[in-house]
């Protein structure tokens, strides 16, 4: 699957932000992938903020949680991060990647299968 993140490159403070990640090759809705958002701020490690399942089932980080919100739009098979009241923080490249998750009685399986190129997201008045 390939995918393809989009939206703005410059975001005043307090704003909202919102990239859409556009999947092409298989179905946003194919059982048992996890379409997640996951950020790098500069000079820091990649920080997961949220997924949507197959499902339509949402999760998100912790720290995140109530400035975040992942939807989805089945008949375009994109999904898309909205991110409130951002700060200079929130300044990174941010990436949406597709994870397997699958359990069994053995165990769990897991691991991300592909990712977009990323977008540069920039914070500032």
């Known amino acids: 699957v390939q995918l393809q993140e989009s939206g703005p490159g410059l975001v005043k403070p307090s704003q909202a932000l919102s990239l859409t990640c556009a999947a092409a090759?298989?179905?946003?809705?194919?059982?048992?992938?996890?379409w997640s958002w996951i950020r790098q701020p500069p000079g820091k490690g990649l920080e997961w903020m949220g997924a949507?399942?197959?499902?339509?089932?949402?999760y998100y980080s912790p720290s995140l949680k109530s400035r975040t919100s992942i939807s989805r739009d089945t008949s375009k098979n994109q999904f898309t991060l909205q991110l409130s009241s951002v700060t200079p923080e929130d300044t990174a490249v941010y990436y949406c990647?597709?994870?397997?998750?699958?359990?069994?009685?053995?165990?769990?399986?897991?691991?991300?299968?592909?990712w977009g190129q990323g977008t540069q997201v920039t914070v500032s008045s």
């Open positions: 990647a597709r994870k397997y998750y699958y359990c069994s009685s053995s165990g769990c399986n897991n691991f991300y299968d592909s």
């Open positions: 090759g298989d179905s946003i809705t194919t059982t048992y992938y996890w």
């Open positions: 949507i399942a197959w499902s339509g089932v949402t």
